[in-house]
């Protein structure tokens, strides 16, 4: 079946067919020029590292709307970071009991690093690999975090938070233990649930070997 058709198509088209080849030799683009122009920055590739099985690859970032990172020093998640995001992104990434957007979750350095895409949201010792602070810098298109239609309830971090953010992601995305175990405490004391899980405050500590 599928030879006698192609076999039928190769007869009648042939013709065009070889119309078309001579067109394409005539005026092939030369493919290798666009994505050279994504390589300006001198950064090593990110997407060797980690892509995911069968992902359509992101449009390429836009490295120049990335501010410089801060320099303030030992910055960590629940004391510098937490406080920026939970303005500008709490209202959709927060939730811990319903399906957070887009499978992530804000609300603690642990939960974030288990997100669906967590790899690729915080890369550790990255800030211009992390989705996290791309989203945020407006420098993927149509990604724009907050998403561009809901940014009159959830206004845009600002430049000078976004630094520190990207200080944070650059210093290998560290979380406060102590913080972090305080804050399980008081969200499961809130819940009235007394079902403490005092594992979870341990784990989020580990995650980032520098
Ligand atoms: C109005 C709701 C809303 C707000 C506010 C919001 N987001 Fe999102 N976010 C979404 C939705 C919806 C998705 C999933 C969209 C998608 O994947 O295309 C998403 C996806 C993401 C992702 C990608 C997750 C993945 O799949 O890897 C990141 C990173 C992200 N948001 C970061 C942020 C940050 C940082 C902020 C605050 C500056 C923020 N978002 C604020 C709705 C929101």
């Known amino acids: 079946m599928q030879k006698k058709l ?10 065009l067919a070889l119309v078309i080849s001579s067109l394409n ?13 994504a390589s300006g920055s001198g950064m090593a590739a ?10 359509a690859a992101p449009a390429a970032p836009d490295l120049s709307k990335l501010v410089a990172a801060s320099d303030k020093k030992g910055l960590l998640f629940e ?3 937490f406080p920026i995001l939970k303005a500008s992104c709490s209202g959709c990434h927060v939730n811990p009991t319903r399906n957070p957007s887009g499978g992530l ?23 211009d690999q992390s989705l996290l602070l791309l989203y945020a810098s407006d420098a993927v298109k149509g990604k724009e975090m907050p998403p561009m239609n809901g ?6 971090i600002k430049a000078e938070d976004l630094a520190i953010v990207r200080a944070w992601l650059d210093q290998g995305a560290k979380g406060d233990p102590a913080a972090a ?4 405490a008081s969200s499961a004391a809130a819940s009235g649930s007394g079902a403490a899980k005092p594992a979870a405050a341990s784990a989020s500590a580990s995650g980032s070997a520098k």
Do not use: Q, W
């Open 6 to 15: 192609s076999l039928l198509a190769a007869s009648s088209f042939a013709g």
């Open 46 to 55: 990110p997407a060797a590292s980690g892509m995911p099985r069968g992902a």
């Open 151 to 156: 940014r009159v309830a959830h206004p845009p």
């Open 79 to 81: 004391k510098d970071v």
């Open 181 to 184: 175990a305080a804050a399980a």
């Open 105 to 127: 979750n804000l609300t603690s350095l642990e939960l974030a690093l288990k997100g669906r895409n967590a790899a690729k949201d915080i890369v550790a010792g990255h800030g």
């Open 25 to 37: 030799a005539a005026d092939a683009p030369a493919p290798a020029a666009s994505s050279a122009s």
